[in-house]
């Protein structure tokens, strides 16, 4: 050890690249977002836009603060729409995948269906829910369930399709089981690409629940935006819209952290192809 | 969890019957005709070397062998057993391929055989652990294989193979992917694993020096369709080093014959 400097400076040197690289991420699409934001205010100050066609920022900024409370309860209702119909839809997804999966003929007969079904918009499906299951929570919940079960299924498919037939070969010359390789290689192999349906699922949820609400309700915020178009309140429009993109944001960074604690090693190229 | 019968048979037989008995064996694929003619023994605790250019079926027969196929004509005798699915109970298989699960650590790579078998997790890495002491590889046991070197992946490759607890070990190219250096390094370790954990193996390779320092005896292949050509006895002494056995005048010779078998 004759020259222990580089020992010492490597990892300040590491340190710093690290905060640089976060910087170099981040801060070009934060710049843009703040470029955008001042041009609209400004082109709406200097073309003097009437403020019920488009409500500049700051004015949404000043909704938001006044009518939080009423914002945070119509959020509620749409928030729980969102989860419960975002958990019955990976529920149900990953049962159906599996099952899909372990039995060749269903697959056979079910799985082009699902394909084709997928030309339906689904939008136009949330009039049908409200005649059938009312004014409640139950029909936002179908809607949001049906957006985000789709990219569940093809992802467990799709995963456990994917597995390297050589690690099965492997393990079957290892003793396991049918059920053994499954839980031990096929299963972990398919959770990136679940992970993926999951987080694309995620992204739909809360737009599921909104169309939901436009289709016929009593709260949330779809419900809040049709009654401030209504009034001309621009500004509160745009300050549900700003709720709105703050859930499906706030839930797909959920998936994407549940799926960094779950599967680290997806992350460090460790991923089998 | 099901777990199949593990009687290692070896107490059964006489140590002169051979392990496995392989008779009139051919495979086709489609309208390829990938093995013909195959015939021959493997002695227990033998380390019979396949050398053969590619595509000359080598895979396909310890697959074969394995059980995991089964040849459209001629038997594969393993101990009695004849059914694909006895063989697979008798073989285990170590590909080109470490095929580590990034998910799991060196040790619970190594220990899964055992965990397939219905032991518990606990107890499988507990008995894999000693392994990594005796062959070289403490300290190693809880790193994930992303954090492990080719070699060192192949070597968790193998004592996952040695964890099954099977007599014959099928080892298809399994330092192919590696650089000469660590190559060379793998194929002592090999010899000197074999040698504290005697096993009945099937080494393929397409390299024939890796197949003459490491096995006691040597079938050459010949491609489409793959057949044998030749029977090499391959003993070479392995109390010198390395670098004097390869520089042996035995060893160019043996090197000639497979050379000339192969019409190298």
């Known amino acids: ?273 | 969890m099901t777990s199949r019968p593990t009687e290692t048979p070896t107490d059964a037989v006489p140590a002169t019957a051979s392990a496995i008995e392989i008779r009139g064996v051919r495979h086709d694929f489609g309208d390829v005709v990938a093995l013909a003619g195959i015939d021959f023994a493997v002695a227990r605790h033998e380390r019979l070397g396949i050398v053969g250019p590619s595509g000359c079926g080598k895979s396909t027969l310890l697959s074969a062998i394995a059980g995991l196929l089964e040849p459209v004509e001629g038997t594969i005798t393993i101990d009695e057993a004849r059914s694909a699915n006895e063989r697979l109970a008798r073989c285990a298989l170590m590909p080109q391929r470490d095929l580590l699960l990034p998910w799991r650590t060196a040790l619970a790579n190594a220990a899964i055989a055992l965990e397939n078998r219905g032991v518990s997790r606990r107890q499988a890495r507990d008995r894999a652990r000693p392994l990594f002491e005796r062959f070289g590889l403490a300290e190693f046991e809880e790193r994930m294989p992303s954090q492990l070197s080719g070699g060192m992946r192949q070597r968790v490759a193998f004592l996952r193979t040695l964890m099954a607890e099977k007599d014959i070990l099928l080892l298809d190219e399994p330092f192919a992917a590696l650089d000469s250096i660590t190559r060379a390094g793998m194929q002592e370790w090999l010899l000197g694993a074999l040698a504290q954990e005697p096993r009945t193996v099937i080494f393929v390779t397409h390299d024939v020096d890796e197949a003459l320092l490491l096995t006691n005896r040597l079938i050459v292949m010949s491609a489409r369709p793959g057949r044998i050509v030749r029977t090499i006895q391959t003993d070479l002494r392995r109390d010198a080093p390395r670098r004097e056995v390869v520089t042996s005048p035995e060893f160019a010779a043996l090197k000639e014959i497979a050379l000339e078998a192969l019409e190298l």
């Open chain 1, 1 to 273: 050890m004759t020259n222990d400097s580089p020992g010492i400076a490597a990892p300040k040197g590491k340190r710093w690249k690290r905060s640089r690289s976060v910087v170099l991420t981040y801060a070009p699409p934060a710049l843009v977002v703040i470029a955008t934001i001042g041009l609209w205010e400004l082109l709406i100050h200097l073309l003097d836009v009437p403020t019920y066609l488009l409500a500049p920022p700051s004015l949404i900024a000043e909704t938001i603060g006044e009518r939080a409370p009423e914002l945070w309860s119509h959020s509620g209702v749409t928030l729980r729409e969102t989860l419960v119909g975002f958990a019955f839809a990976v529920g149900a997804g990953l049962a159906f995948g599996l099952f899909l999966h372990f039995s060749t003929i269903a697959r056979r007969a079910l799985y082009p269906l699902l394909i084709a079904s997928q030309s339906i918009p689904t939008v136009v499906l949330a009039p049908v829910f409200v005649l059938l299951l009312g004014f409640g929570m139950w029909p936002k919940v179908a809607i949001v369930g049906l957006f985000c079960f789709f990219p569940v299924v093809v992802g467990t498919i799709d995963g456990l399709a994917g597995v390297d037939p050589e690690y099965i070969r492997m393990m079957l010359t290892l003793d396991a089981s049918r059920f053994g390789i499954f839980r031990r290689v096929e299963f972990p192999s398919a959770l990136p690409q679940i992970f993926t349906g999951t987080r694309v699922g995620a992204t739909y949820a809360a737009i599921g629940a909104v169309f939901g609400e436009w289709a016929g309700s009593e709260a949330g915020l779809g419900w809040q935006m049709i009654q401030a178009k209504g009034r001309l309140d621009t500004a509160l429009v745009f300050a549900d819209i700003v709720f709105i993109t703050a859930m499906a944001l706030s839930l797909f960074g959920l998936v994407s952290l549940v799926e960094r604690l779950t599967i680290p090693w997806a992350r460090r190229g460790g991923v089998m192809k």
